[in-house]
């Protein structure tokens, strides 16, 4: 009983465990507490063993027999760093010049179109890292051939040349509400807000004038910003979301899609091309024009 009790308060109380334990319980409470912590170490050992996945790793998910999600068809993926020598326009895709490139796809230049850098705006010289997906393995999997025309994926602004207040991105971010002082059952439309991304920070107009920095924050936090100031005004509202530094907005602009927790569940905020219509409205905070 008090090797029971011990095993409970240490945590040590896993199936292998307790058999380990019973064996070991005509050596005295003593020897069975050390065999069952002696296994249960042994198991974590194992476990850790096990590959973790990276952030450019990519997975497959669907769902078990029990109904909880199973990552399948894993590959992983080799971080690249190349350096932009065209960036896409119109119809054209653009070209990463990497000389890490040639182990992996047996090339020096990879194209990559808008898709690839989300809604990151790359120019020549831009420093990024990429990923080549269909020139690497699946787990299990093994390539017969490279690709003949390999593209990169996942690309994102490792560093620049450009000045601190040039725009790298330009979008419509698609966000929902999370409002908790209007009760549970609270809804709302998603927003629909211009966003433009200047080194360390983002600066989003058309605030409705129930949004504040506490509703911003539940989101923009998650995504590593450490501030948010909401000016309202009488023609336009805005808001300026600062971060740690541009690697953290570029990581943002790189993907088109962030999932993040609320009280009511997951919920799931797009980076959108800009709008059209959207060009009639004040995007940036400026003065008033002077009347003479």
Known sequence: RDTGVQMVNSGTTSSAACSAALQAQPRGPAAALAAATHNDRKEDGEKSSAPRLAEEDQVRVRLSVEGYPQAVCVQRLHKLTGSVVRPPVANHSGIITSEEAVAVCGQREVAFDHLAAGQLRAVPGDVVTFCIPEAESKIGVQMLAPPVDPHARMVCLASTERPQGTVLGCFTLDLPRTRSDEGPNWEAPN????????????????????????????????????????????????????????????RFLSRVAHAYADEKGTLIARLLPKQLEMEQMPTLPALPAPNL
Do not use: N, W, Y
């Open 191 to 250: 927003l629909q807000l211009p966003c433009h991304a200047f080194g360390d920070k983002l600066v989003l107009a058309g605030l409705p004038s129930d949004l504040d920095e506490a509703e911003l924050m539940k989101f923009f936090s998650k995504q590593g910003a450490l501030v948010a100031i909401v000016a309202h005004a009488r023609t336009s509202s805005f808001a300026s979301i600062t971060f740690p530094g541009t690697a953290e907005v570029s």
